[in-house]
């Protein structure tokens, strides 16, 4: 069964730094766009960043260019998003997830997600 | 950014129901169209995929259509476990888009 498990959330101080990560297992990693997907409290899904499974690309929304970076370890199966200046607009829960075959679009395995909270 | 407009954004029903769901591309997005659904508390689960192409595991009573940049979600008759919220989301640019959601509630 694939799993997907991402950690690193928590309250943070608005201006600071947080870096998520994705443990993933039971599929083949270095074969796959990875994908992170917030969600505000009480609101709808955002798409966040992907990375291409040779690490060759990085697509951002453009609220957090410049801002957050996404990075994946083939030998850890794992995925990251390193987060800084943050914002109170940051404040989600933060999705990683697998894309489906080759695809970089759609996801098809999602972890339980991870909240962050900027706040004073 | 391609805006993905999704309606309408909650709808009542009864099992056994045919409920449409409906997203309205800014542009051209040829079939780049996937369906979501989420249950309170829980990640989003993946129904439907360029458009009209079910996802292995999940049931028959889902379909997705398209024309032109309208694109549709049916379940043609609901099921209590259905109940839930709906999103699609673009992939045809860059940044990837979500529709707003549609929240399918009892009636």
């Known amino acids: 069964e694939v799993e997907v498990v991402e950690s690193g959330g928590g309250l943070v101080q608005p201006g600071g730094s947080l870096r998520l990560s994705c443990a993933t297992s039971q599929f083949t990693f270095s074969s796959h766009w990875m994908t992170w997907v917030r969600q505000a409290p009480g609101k709808g899904l955002e798409w966040v960043a992907n990375?291409?499974?040779?690490?060759?690309?990085?697509h951002y929304v453009d609220s957090v260019q410049g801002r957050f970076i996404i990075s994946r370890d083939d030998a850890k199966k794992s995925l990251y998003l390193q987060m800084n200046s943050l914002t109170a607009e940051d404040t989600a829960v933060y999705y990683c997830?697998?894309?489906?075959?080759?695809?970089?679009?759609?996801?098809?395995?999602w972890g339980q997600g991870t909240l962050v909270t900027v706040s004073s | 950014a391609i805006r993905m407009t999704q309606s309408p954004s909650s709808l009542s029903a009864s099992t056994g129901d045919r409920v449409t769901i409906t997203c309205r591309a800014s542009?051209?997005?040829?079939?780049?169209v996937a369906w979501y659904q989420q249950k309170p508390g829980k990640a989003p689960n993946l129904l439907i995929y360029s458009a009209s192409t079910l996802q292995s595991g999940v049931p028959s009573r889902f379909s997705g259509s398209a024309s032109g940049t309208d694109f549709t979600l049916t379940i043609s008759r609901l099921q209590s476990e259905d109940f839930a919220t709906y999103y699609c989301q673009q992939y045809y640019s860059y940044p990837l888009t979500f529709g707003g959601g549609t929240k399918v509630e009892i009636k």
């Open positions: 997830a697998r894309g489906r075959g080759w695809s970089y679009g759609e996801v098809d395995f």
């Open positions: 542009q051209g997005i040829s079939t780049y």
């Open positions: 990375i291409k499974y040779d690490g060759s690309e990085k």
